[in-house]
């Protein structure tokens, strides 16, 4: 009779040797040509987009500037083209005005009715619509004050000696230097009154906010 040998139990199989690799732990140079292809267009992709992006941001960048910079150039030309303009429309006024009769007449001859005539001159030079205008002054040969508008004011703290030297040679009239006056920059419009024979006997000076002349320019 046959005794049947007792059944073995399975032995579990032996794990020595075995490594075992967690998730995320394979290079690159693990995967699968099929799977590193996408990866790799998709890094190219991504560089390709950056740098693009990078350059289109610096090309609108370095235009934006362009743009800025002509603009800045063009207005700037602008306004020292009106300003150009006032200030010689200005100038001939003032010789104009210096040279009128009623100024003459009492450079030459002063008293009660020259003068009045020529403050009533001086007035349509200084009127109340001119806000760029700050005073009009009447100066004689030997540089002293005669007259000034509005009247009965003090002159301008300036040393005017170059601008009345200038005036005698520079077309009868002299445009000065900027300067600080009660705190607003200014500048003077200065014009000789000449005799017959063409001697300065006087001058007439306007002094011209600067400030109010850029608002104007501007607009």
Avoid: C
């Amino acid at each position: 009779m046959t005794t049947s040998e007792p059944s073995k139990e399975m032995e579990p199989r032996s794990r020595v040797g075995h490594r075992w690799q967690p998730l995320g732990r394979h290079s690159v140079s693990d995967l699968s040509i099929r799977r590193r292809l996408p990866l790799l267009i998709g890094t190219v992709l991504f560089a390709v987009i950056s740098i693009s992006t990078f350059a289109s941001y610096r090309g609108v960048k370095d235009s934006g500037f362009d743009i800025a910079s002509e603009r800045l150039v063009t207005l700037t030309t602008y306004l020292a083209t009106q300003l150009q303009l006032q200030v010689a429309a200005m100038s001939a006024r003032t010789a104009t005005t210096a040279n009128d009769a009623t100024i003459r007449a009492f450079l030459q001859s002063p008293s009660s009715a020259t003068r009045d005539a020529a403050i009533a001159s001086l007035k349509q030079v200084a009127t109340a619509q001119d806000t760029s205008n700050l005073q009009v002054e009447l100066w004689d040969a030997k540089r002293a004050l005669l007259l000034t508008i509005p009247e009965g004011t003090a002159p301008v703290p300036a040393d005017l000696q170059a601008e009345f030297k200038q005036s005698q040679v520079d077309s009868s009239r002299d445009v000065g230097a900027i300067r600080m006056i009660n705190e607003v920059p200014a500048f003077p419009i200065v014009a000789a009154t000449k005799d017959d024979a063409g001697n300065p006997i006087g001058y007439l000076v306007r002094w011209r906010k600067l400030s109010d002349i850029d608002r104007q320019s501007i607009r």
